[in-house]
């Protein structure tokens, strides 16, 4: 199992960037995939996630800015990141849940997606002010 987190930079804040989670060793169709990040001092949050049945959720930080997808031809979920924020700089990682179904919970005010089985390797995104 490899999951595979690409397209991090840096860019001016109100720009995009689009994320993808490249998978292999098992296909993503039957299983939630996530995005979390977690910023130098901070605690890991839980960005995005998709179900394997399409629902998707979105931390409050995020939602209306950030859309998830799934290409599933291609086994590789997508993060688009729109209106970028400097409070979005972060290292990004994707993770991925041997279930179904997105299992989302907040603690200490703090969204996390629980459940998940194998993280890839992160990738900086950086914004600009």
């Known amino acids: 199992v490899q999951l595979q987190a690409s397209g991090g930079g840096l860019v001016q804040a109100g720009g995009p960037l689009r994320l993808s989670c490249a998978a292999s060793?098992?296909?993503?169709?039957?299983?939630?995939i996530a995005w979390f990040r977690q910023a130098p001092g901070k605690e890991r949050e839980g960005v995005s996630c998709?179900?394997?049945?399409?629902?998707?959720y979105y931390s409050d930080s995020v939602m209306g800015r950030f859309i998830i997808s799934r290409d599933n031809s291609k086994n590789t979920v997508h993060l688009q990141m729109n209106s970028l924020k400097p409070e979005d700089t972060a290292v990004y990682y994707c993770?991925?849940?041997?279930?179904?179904?997105?299992?989302?919970?907040?603690?200490?005010?703090?969204?996390?997606?629980?459940?998940?089985?194998?993280w890839g390797k992160g990738t900086l995104v950086t914004v600009s002010s």
């Open positions: 998709s179900s394997s049945d399409g629902v998707t």
């Open positions: 993770a991925y849940s041997s279930a179904g179904p997105c299992v989302s919970s907040r603690r200490r005010g703090i969204t996390s997606y629980d459940g998940m089985d194998y």
């Open positions: 060793g098992f296909t993503l169709d039957d299983h939630a």
